[in-house]
């Protein structure tokens, strides 16, 4: 059986006022409450032999810092049916509901310091309040490595009512700030909280400063088809413990950054949105999170679990979800939350693999495979209702001796999707609480130690209060920046080859296929990269300052593109470019004549100063990867790429090319007599036969010039390396037309450019 606590006597203080704690009477210690596998009593306040035998706690433990919220209780009768599992429609934070704007989150929250000997302290109260006035919830709380004090975040917001359920209650947040809180004097300081900006999730760095995720650029999700993300863009911020000097080492990402943990490495992890530039694809996007590290200053950003492949085969029949809620072991290995979006409360089972991993970040092509993954803590993650006692699992944190605090809703149901007719009637509903698991893998719920779990409350994101090298043996992670800073501050990407691995695993299988970039990369199938690839082109996409719905932006990709230009690649593949600093930018290696053979679709940016070296083009299972420093282009300087370039529009740069010159080659449109408009929407919506993804039309593939029927029309050719008798499932050349170029090369490099920077018009609906 499970151990548990008693009920303990709660003490609450005002947000910034000095704190007595009274010892509460007739109490019972932790010590006595929490036992090891072999069932054996711990003191967690005195340094005993005993103690230090034991394989999850160590002596220097005071407890657990950790965030609750109110949960939603009692019996609701609905159409006259009677629920008592209403608790399943409470809304804890994950990864659709992160607590910004719009984000109801269920609350008012505090965050509550269980002490060693038991008592239970409320170190920040945010109190119940009438409708319609402000409260707050607690979230993110973070140990110092001394074990002393405790960063967090304070959402602040109207209380009201859930949009989907209108008898449960809580806040949509307005604006969040940081908080400390000095565990030995009680004294509390805050950044302040501005109307709008949300600065979240702190994570304390060795140098004294302070990693956190904000939206302080203000920076609006892209549109992307069929969805329109609201908003804005959480990145990385890195400021003085104060809140001063702050500045964002991320601008790379535009989609969102969630919860950075320090690796006792001293790189950081964090989860990351892979809303790329074709992300849809029939998937359910707010699922598509994955494993992001990054040196302490932004710098070297890499994807190390969950980017590319989604699905682990026999043995382990395991979807990767949202990879989210990060935690580090004391070995190193590193855990984290795999649990379906939204309606879950951010359970689900925690999934463990070695870190870090040297040359596979996320193993063998193709990624199939994570090396030395294995499930942690047990949880149920698909996205439907369960009743069998294992429940859902989050928020893992190390412990001493390889053991991990979490937070667990063992029975009960927390699933819910917007209709209370759906939750079983006879069932307690979701209820989190605080555990310890011993033995990782774990190998039975049984062996769960029982921290606290109040029917009152929901308690989760647990932290052990303890000195950080009690845990992981070092007083705290070495300072790690980029390696060798150019000292004039230039930012240089390099790489060693052209050797790439972008291919999908299952090959070409026509436009009829909605996943022909998801696996891995995105390139052409049919033709021979290796020998067409001259150059590598940029484009820097231009964010919106406003929420703009992908029905009202006229082009294919998240953004506007702007074309920065192309690097040429020596003899060997290698090349060297210097790109502007701190600016997002996406790259392709191309043709002869600028049209896409291969290209990433993730963003990336390099900090002042950073030089990155790349042996190729997710080169990730290459044993013996070539070296930079024996190419050809180690030789020379780095070719520049301007910091700004063309935004190619159809109005002013496209159609007038194809309706003076192109009719015939368009028999089905009658250019001639068309409107700028009719033209565009006939050639972005024309959709005979099946065309899915990046197939945007029947004549648009936005991400290959090269795959476009509207690109062959002009250029006289089919250029996809197929012919039209080749396969019975793609797109033919066709005979309506004839095979003639209507364009010359100088205008044909000006439509393949716009094809694909998203085949962009612009209009007055944003």
């Known amino acids: 059986m499970k151990k548990t606590f008693c009920l303990l006597a709660i003490i609450a203080f005002p947000a910034m006022a000095e704190v007595t704690v009274t010892e509460p009477t007739k109490l019972t210690s932790i010590e006595s409450q929490i036992s090891a596998q072999e069932s054996k009593s711990l003191d967690l306040k005195a340094r005993s032999s005993a103690l230090e035998a034991e394989e999850h706690l160590a002596a220097a433990i005071d407890g657990f810092v950790y965030a609750r919220v109110k949960r939603t209780t009692g019996n609701f009768v609905v159409k006259g049916k009677t629920y008592h599992s209403i608790s399943a429609t409470d809304r804890l934070i994950d990864v659709t509901f992160q607590g910004t704007t719009g984000d109801f989150l269920t609350g008012p929250g505090d965050l509550v310091w269980r002490k060693g000997d038991g008592t239970e ?131 790379d990402i535009l989609a969102d950054a969630l919860h950075p943990i320090l690796h006792p490495s001293g790189k950081v992890l964090f989860s990351s949105w892979k809303r790329d530039l074709e992300s849809v694809q029939n998937k359910t996007l707010d699922n598509l999170w994955y494993i992001a590290e990054t040196r302490q200053d932004g710098s070297e950003h890499n994807a190390i679990w969950g980017a590319h492949a989604r699905f682990l085969p026999n043995p382990d029949n395991i979807t990767i979800k949202a990879l989210h809620f990060t935690g580090v072991r004391s070995n190193g290995d590193v855990c984290t939350t795999n649990y379906y979006r939204q309606n879950n409360k951010g359970g689900g089972n925690i999934q463990c693999f070695t870190y870090p991993t040297p040359n596979h970040p996320e193993g063998k092509f193709p990624f ?102 009690d845990i ?70 231009v964010p919106f300052n406003s929420r703009v719905l992908h029905q009202d932006f006229d082009g294919f990709g998240p953004f506007r593109m702007e074309v920065l230009g192309t ?125 899915k993804p990046p197939w945007r039309s029947y004549f648009i593939n936005w991400l290959f010039a090269r795959e476009s029927l509207l690109y062959w029309r002009s250029a006289g050719e089919r250029l996809d390396g197929r012919t039209d008798a080749s396969r019975t499932d793609d797109i033919d050349y066709g005979t309506v037309a004839p095979k003639q170029a209507c364009l010359n090369a100088a205008q044909l490099k000006i439509l393949a450019d716009w094809i694909e920077s998203g085949a962009y018009r612009k209009n007055n609906k944003w």
């Open 121 to 251: 302290v409320i170190l920040h109260h945010c109190p119940e309040v009438a409708l319609g006035e402000n409260t707050c919830i607690v979230i993110d709380p973070r140990v110092s490595f001394d074990g002393k004090q405790v960063a967090y975040t304070v959402l602040e917001g109207r209380y009201g009512t859930n949009p989907d359920v209108k008898m449960q209650h809580g806040i949509d947040a307005q604006k969040s700030s940081l908080h400390f809180v000095n565990l030995e004097t009680m004294e509390k300081t805050q950044w302040a909280a501005v109307q709008g900006v949300f600065d979240m999730a702190p994570q304390w760095l060795p140098d004294g400063t302070l990693m956190f995720t904000s939206n302080r650029d203000h920076i609006k999700a892209g549109s992307i088809s069929g969805f329109s993300p609201e908003g804005e863009v959480l990145q990385l911020w890195v400021a003085d413990r104060n809140g001063s000097h702050a500045r964002n080492v991320s601008p």
């Open 472 to 541: 992981y043996g070092i007083k705290k992670p070495p300072v790690v920046k980029m390696d060798h800073p150019n000292p004039d501050g230039k930012c240089i990407l390099r790489s060693a080859s052209k050797r790439m691995q972008v291919d999908n695993e299952q090959g070409y299988r026509g436009p009829g296929n909605a996943n022909p970039c998801y696996e891995q990369g995105c390139s052409m199938a049919c033709v021979d990269k290796q020998a067409l690839m001259t150059s590598i082109k940029f484009w820097r996409p």
């Open 368 to 469: 199939k495979a994570k090396e030395g993954r294995y499930l942690g803590l047990w949880g149920h993650s698909g996205d439907q209702f369960k009743t069998d006692g294992l429940g859902r699992t989050r928020d893992p944190m190390g412990m001493p001796k390889g053991g991990l605090v979490f937070s667990a809703s063992p029975k009960g149901v927390c699933h819910f999707f917007h209709k209370i007719a759906q939750l079983p009637l006879n069932d307690s509903g979701c209820d989190f609480g605080i555990y310890v698991q011993g033995t990782v893998p774990e190998k039975s719920l049984e062996s769960r130690i029982l921290i606290v779990n109040s029917p009152d409350w929901h308690e989760f994101q647990p932290q052990p209060v303890m000195p950080y090298e």
């Open 567 to 691: 690097v040429p690649l020596r003899s060997d593949g290698s090349f060297t470019a210097e790109v502007p600093c701190d600016t997002p930018f996406y790259m392709a290696g191309v043709d002869s004549e600028g049209r896409t053979l291969a290209r990433d679709k993730i963003a990336m940016s390099l900090r002042p100063g950073e030089t990155r070296t790349c042996s190729g083009c997710h080169n990730h299972d290459d044993d013996n990867p070539p070296q930079f420093k024996d190419s050809e282009a180690a030789k020379v300087a780095p070719t520049p790429v301007p910091a700004s370039g063309t935004l190619l529009n159809w109005t002013t740069d496209v159609w007038p090319l194809l309706r003076d010159n192109c009719d015939e080659s368009f028999p089905e449109f009658n250019l001639s007599a068309s409107t700028e408009e009719k033209a565009f929407n006939n050639f972005t919506h024309y959709a005979k036969g099946a065309a």
